[in-house]
């Protein structure tokens, strides 16, 4: 077919139109040079927690490792969906990155009525930091020596025992009502503005019992004069801080197996090189020895592994404990 010049020229106009659209967004993103300004850490909860102490130490060392300041930002509230919705509206292109843990990510979609944001399109995982289980722990002055005891009390009267949480949709909170399925039990839930004051209550007596991480517990069982006894670990093995204290597997309740877990996430849309460049240096900082000490003395584990491995197990826990909330009809505070 004969072209003029003019239909030559307006036919190499429209190519390349389209092959500017068709390039990736990321194309525009000088990925080689990232990063090359401050970078900030987004954490959606109070400073001075678990969470916020180690995103702390991570930012500290990849500053170190990327010449550029990493700067932590607390954004506490919503069960941690202020902090998170930030995240997931911020720009994709490296410079905002931030904690996501197990409420936001797992459990909120199901929870709230509304969320301002999907965990699972607009959040890119980077990579999982670390995983720890659960203990059940009753006052050491109760009457309940094991599990056993508990779960035979609460059948012979139901909703005769109360189990405390820090809060409506968290994994303490989760924890008991999954227990409730396994045991075939039924208890009353009560929630409290945070884990102290529902410890309080427990080792008081006004409370039943109660499931917290390994680190929150242990200043209670340990010593001369404990005030908590811890019943069971939600593990499939038991921890090297509490050796006598059993699996619910062990104790012959199965489906138990619970962790609570965060990571990094970023906004989508951020570019595939940088969550690369992320995801190595984060693995390389959970390798070394001082933060693998940091981790494991709290009862907890480094997990590290590929974004694609934090994705998938996003989405099965995102699953399970989805359905939980609607059959127990769990509802926010």
């Given amino acids: 077919m004969h072209l003029t010049n003019n239909q030559r020229l307006r036919r190499l106009a429209l190519m390349t139109i389209g092959g500017l659209l068709a390039v990736p967004a990321f194309a525009n993103t000088d990925v080689g040079s990232y ?8 954490v959606p909860y ?9 995103s702390r130490q991570i930012a500290t060392k990849l500053s170190v490792m990327y010449g550029v300041p990493v700067i932590v930002e607390n954004r506490p509230g919503a069960g941690g969906n202020i902090g ?9 292109d490296g410079y905002v990155i931030g904690l996501g843990n197990f409420a936001p990510l797992a459990v909120n979609k199901a929870l709230f009525r509304k969320l301002n944001f999907d965990p699972a399109t607009d959040l890119v995982p980077v ?13 050491q002055a109760s009457p309940f020596k094991s599990v ?10 139901p909703n005769s025992l109360s189990f405390a949480s820090g809060g409506i949709g968290g994994s303490h909170h ?8 396994a045991a075939g039990i039924e208890m009353t839930h009560i929630a409290y503005k945070g884990g102290a004051p529902a410890t309080n209550d427990l080792i008081a007596g006004n409370v039943n019992i109660m499931f917290e991480w390994i680190f929150a517990v242990m200043p209670y069982v340990s010593g001369s004069e404990p005030r908590l006894r811890p019943l069971a670990i939600t593990s499939t093995q038991r921890s090297p801080l509490l050796k006598d204290v059993p699996t619910f597997e062990e104790l012959g309740i199965k489906g138990m197996e619970i962790s ?18 992320l995801n190595a240096s984060i693995n390389e900082i959970l390798k070394q020895p001082e933060m693998v000490k940091a981790i494991t003395s709290l009862g907890d584990e480094p997990v590290g592994g590929t974004p694609e491995q934090f994705g998938s197990f996003i989405k099965a826990e995102t699953a399970r404990w989805s359905q939980l909330v609607k059959s127990h009809d769990i509802k926010p505070e």
Avoid at 35 to 42: G, Q
Avoid at 148 to 157: D, P
């Fill in 46 to 54: 109070a400073a001075g927690g678990s969470s916020d102490t180690r």
């Fill in 260 to 277: 609570n877990w965060f990571g990094v996430v970023a906004p989508k849309g951020t570019p595939a090189p940088i969550i690369a460049k």
């Fill in 84 to 92: 998170t919705d930030y995240i997931a509206k911020a720009k994709g």
């Fill in 174 to 181: 989760l924890a008991g009502e999954l227990l409730q399925d």
């Fill in 148 to 157: 056993k005891e508990v779960i035979a009390a609460s059948k012979a009267k």
């Fill in 35 to 42: 990063p090359n300004k401050n970078i900030t850490f987004v």
């Fill in 127 to 139: 990579v999982m930091i670390e995983k720890g289980p659960l203990i059940m722990s009753v006052a």
